[in-house]
C-alpha cells in the first residue's frame, strides 16, 4: 500500500470513531467517494491494524442499524418545508 493510501486510511478511521461518522460523512469531509472510505475502513484498515478496524465497524454498524430513522426523519423535514412553502 502507497503511503498516501496508508495516510487516507488513518485518517478516515480516526474521523469516524472521533465523530461517529458516518462513510458519507467522512467521504464528504475528505473529499473522496464512498467507495474510497468504505475500502479504506474496511479491507485496507482490516490488514493495518484489526483491533482499530473493530472500533470503526462498531461504529458503522451502529449507524446502518440507525439509517432508516435519520430517513424517516429527512423525509419528514422535506415534507415539513414543502408543505409550508404551500401554506403560505
Known amino acids: 500500500m502507497k503511503g498516501?493510501?496508508?495516510?487516507?486510511?488513518?485518517?478516515?478511521?480516526?474521523?469516524?470513531?472521533?465523530n461517529g461518522a458516518t462513510v458519507r460523512a467522512a467521504a464528504t469531509h475528505f473529499g473522496v467517494s464512498k467507495s474510497t472510505v468504505h475500502k479504506d475502513v474496511t479491507e485496507r484498515l482490516k490488514r493495518l491494524d484489526p483491533t482499530v478496524y473493530g472500533q470503526v465497524r462498531q461504529v458503522l454498524e451502529f449507524n446502518k442499524s440507525?439509517?432508516?430513522?435519520?430517513?424517516?426523519?429527512?423525509t419528514k423535514a422535506k415534507y415539513r418545508r414543502t408543505n409550508c412553502r404551500a401554506n403560505a
Open 4 to 18: 498516501v493510501d496508508e495516510e487516507r486510511v488513518w485518517r478516515s478511521a480516526v474521523y469516524i470513531l472521533e
Open 66 to 74: 440507525q439509517r432508516h430513522i435519520r430517513g424517516g426523519n429527512a
